[in-house]
């Protein structure tokens, strides 16, 4: 069975700072890999996906993200974070191309401090 | 474009009531899920639909729950003889197709609350 893994449940940091936010999987074959991000009240913002071929994926909102196959690892970075990011952010990973039933991570919220 | 629908926005209920939920896709997304959110188990896969038939019920936590979708477009999730631990935010989504050896993403709208008090 796939699974996700976001080790950290809260990230703090200062405004201007930058940020990487971890994301684990576990998948068997090729995954179909996501982030979303959740303000207070909203439902789910797509940042950014992977399918395929480049590991370097950008996102909006100047979020970026590199698939790492020998680490099982999707981890999002933002090189400046703004006040606006504060928000809930989850790790998705997906089979059958991101049409089946999505499997999330637990979630990281971020809280931006001034 | 109008993006996901889904209503009521909240939902406030008494133990053993019965509730449904709607949700409206984005025109055009032939696919449908169904997820949960609460605070003890994240999000949670309950159930899609391909059209109208639903090829994966995997997720869904016991058999007061059901969902159906009608004309290919708008979808219900009802629960029935509600109890307190299916107090929870429910999700939907869309996606624009499902095919084989194609790539999808699924657009999430807002929730609904539900509380069973």
């Known amino acids: 069975a796939q699974s996700v893994t976001q080790p950290d449940i809260h990230i703090t940091v200062s405004e201007g700072a930058s940020l990487e936010l971890r994301c684990n999987y576990s998948?068997?074959?090729?995954?179909?890999l996501f982030w979303y991000v959740q303000s207070p009240g909203q439902g789910l913002q797509l940042l950014l996906k992977?399918?395929?071929?480049?590991?370097l994926v950008q996102g909006i909102k100047g979020f970026e993200a590199e698939f790492k196959r020998s680490q099982s690892s999707f981890n999002l970075r933002k090189p400046s974070v703004h006040w606006s990011d504060a928000a809930e952010y989850f790790c998705?990973?997906?089979?059958?191309?991101?049409?089946?039933?999505?499997?999330f991570g637990k979630g990281t919220h971020l809280i931006i401090q001034p | 474009g109008a993006g996901v629908s889904q209503s009521p926005s909240n939902k406030v209920t008494e133990k053993g009531k019965d509730v449904e939920l709607r949700c409206d896709p984005i025109?055009?997304?032939?696919?449908l899920y169904w997820y949960r959110q609460s605070l003890g188990q994240g999000l949670e896969f309950l159930i899609y639909?391909?059209?109208?038939?639903?090829?994966?019920k995997s997720g869904l936590p016991s058999d007061r729950f059901s969902a159906e979708r009608t004309g290919g477009s708008v979808s219900t999730l009802t629960i029935q003889r509600t109890q307190q631990e299916d107090s929870a935010v429910y999700l939907c989504?869309?996606?624009?197709?499902?095919?084989?050896?194609?790539?999808?993403?699924?657009?999430f709208g807002p929730g609904t609350r539900l509380t069973v008090l």
């Open positions: 989504a869309s996606s624009l197709r499902r095919t084989s050896g194609s790539t999808d993403t699924q657009y």
């Open positions: 998948y068997g074959a090729t995954p179909y």
């Open positions: 992977y399918f395929s071929g480049d590991t």
């Open positions: 998705a990973v997906g089979s059958g191309g991101g049409a089946d039933g999505l499997t």
């Open positions: 025109s055009g997304h032939t696919a």
């Open positions: 639909f391909q059209g109208n038939s639903a090829p994966d």
